[in-house]
């Protein structure tokens, strides 16, 4: 059985930094592509970063490009994603999720098969 389970999140201030984790099992990111997402009160989800299975590319909304970094710990089956100078629009419950599509990933929620119960990010401005 897939799952997933994010972690990290809480209250830091404009221009602070917080590192999101989530622990995943019954599959290995070598197989299926991974990423994150969030979703804001009154917004779709919109995909935040991903990296591709196999491939191990990575991929990064525009939004979020220079500022956040996601990486991966295989020996863990621990997906992570850095966050560095936040900004209070940053704000959103962060998701991850697993899809069973090979190749490179992309940012498609409807692509994502298998999601985790998401972690509040809050960013006080």
């Known amino acids: 059985e897939v799952q997933l389970q994010a972690s990290g999140g809480g209250l830091v201030q404009a221009g602070g930094s917080l590192r999101l984790s989530c622990a995943a099992s019954g599959f290995t990111f070598d197989d299926y592509a991974i990423g994150w997402f969030r979703q804001a009160p009154g917004m779709e989800r919109e995909g935040v970063s991903c990296i591709g299975s196999s491939t191990g590319s990575t991929y990064y909304a525009d939004s979020v490009k220079g500022r956040f970094a996601i990486s991966s710990d295989k020996s863990k089956n621990t997906l992570y994603l850095q966050m560095s100078s936040l900004k209070p629009e940053d704000a959103a419950v962060y998701y991850c999720?697993?899809?069973?599509?090979?190749?490179?990933?992309?940012?498609?929620?409807?692509?994502?098969?298998?999601w985790g119960q998401g972690t509040q990010v809050t960013v006080s401005s």
């Open positions: 999720a697993a899809s069973e599509l090979a190749g490179p990933c992309r940012l498609a929620p409807i692509l994502y098969d298998y």
